[in-house]
C-alpha cells in the first residue's frame, strides 16, 4: 500500500508493507543519491534490529552508522541532543547525507528535530516501528523536543523525504505499547471515520485486529495526510488531530512522563473531556460511555489517580492544589494563543470541532 502526502516540492511516499524492512536501502535509493546514512534508534531497537538495518543498509552500498540513544519519553530533551549532534560530527555528516529515525514516537520526533537544526537542515526518512508513530507521529512533519515545564515546545515543522512502514515490526512491539498506538487509532475513528470507529468496536480480539492492521494503518495515514495537505502549519482543521491531546500532555508531564504513556495520556484525555462536553451540551449523551467502551476493550486507562483521588479523599485543598498544576501545565499548551485554548470536542463519533474557552473548561469539578 502506498500514499503520498502532497506538498508541492516537499511531497513525499508513504509505504506500508509486511517484511518492508528486507528492503530499506533499495526503497531509500529511490529518494537518495549519496553514500552516507546515519540511523538514530534507542536501545530495544538496537537490540533487535540494529545489526539487521545496518547490514541491509550496508549491501545498498551505503556508509552507514547507527546512533543509540536510551529508550524512553525521557530522551526527548535537549540533554540528548549534544550527544546526537556530536556523533554526527564524528562521522562526518555533511547537508548532502542522510539522517533515517528508526523508532517510536520519542526517536522520530528527536531525530526529526536534530535533521532540522544540524548543519541548518539534512534530510531525514522515518521509518516507525510503534503502531502509534505508524498511525500518527511520523507522518505531517512535526518534529520536537521536550521542556521541563512540558511536551513537544521546541521544534519545527520538517518533513522527511520518505516514510517506511513495515508492519511485521510490531510483531516485537510489547503489548502495553501496542494498546498505546492504538489511542492514536481511536483518536481517528472519533474525530473523522465513523466506520472506522465500529469496526475497532467490532474487531472481536487481537489476532482479528491483525489480520485487518495494515487497512488500519493504512485509513489512519490517509486521514492525516487529508488534514496535513489542508493545514501543513497546524492553525485550522489539523488542530482537530489534538482530541485529547491538551489534557493527555499535561498528564503525562505532571506524572513525569513515568506512569502513563502518551496514548494512555491522549485516551484519559478524550473520555474526560468527552465527559465534560457532555455535561455542557456540546456532547451527544451516551458519548462519553462509548468513548469508555471502547478505551476498555483496547487495554487503556480512561481515568487516573488524579481524578480518582478528587472523588475519594474529601480534602478540597489538596484537589485544588493538584488541579492548579494541571491547568499550569495545559496553558503552556501550544494551542494556547493570547490566553485562550483550541480544544477539540466531538458532537458524535466522526464528527469533531474546534472549541474556543479558557482554563475555566478544565476545572474538572465533578469531570468524572
Partial sequence: MELTVKLKDRSYPIIIDKGLRHSFGQKIKSIFRGKKIAVITDTNLERLYGEEIFNNLSASGFDTKIIVIEAGEKSK???????????????????????????????????????????????????????????????????????????????????????????????????????????????????????????????????????????????????????????ERDTGDRMMLNFGHTLGHAIEKYFNYETYTHGEGVAIGMYTITVLSEKLGFSNTGLAERIKNILIKYNLPYECDLYQNKLTDGNRECVKKTNNEIIETIMLDKKNINNYLNIILIKDIGDCFIHKTNQEFFLLEGGN
Fill in 77 to 231: 530533551s535537549f540533554n540528548t541532543l549534544p550527544f546526537v549532534y556530536n556523533e554526527l560530527l564524528d562521522f562526518k555528516v555533511t547537508r548532502s547525507d542522510l539522517i533515517v529515525a528508526f523508532g517510536g514516537g520519542v526517536v522520530g520526533d528527536l531525530a526529526g528535530f536534530v535533521a532540522s537544526t544540524f548543519l541548518r537542515g539534512i534530510d531525514f526518512v522515518q521509518i516507525p516501528t510503534s503502531l502509534l508513530a505508524q498511525v500518527d507521529s511520523s507522518v505531517g512533519g512535526k518534529v520536537a523536543v521536550d521542556l521541563d515545564r512540558g511536551k513537544n515546545l521546541v521544534g519545527s515543522f520538517y518533513h522527511p523525504k520518505m516514510v517506511l512502514i513495515d508492519i511485521e515490526i510490531l510483531n516485537t512491539l510489547p503489548e502495553r505499547f501496542f494498546y498505546d498506538g492504538m489511542a492514536e487509532v481511536i483518536k481517528y475513528g472519533c474525530i473523522k471515520d465513523r466506520k472506522l470507529f465500529e469496526r475497532l468496536e467490532s474487531f472481536e480480539d487481537k489476532k482479528n485486529l491483525m489480520a485487518n492492521i495494515d487497512e488500519v494503518i493504512y485509513t489512519c495515514c490517509n486521514i492525516k495526510r487529508e488534514f496535513v495537505e489542508r493545514d
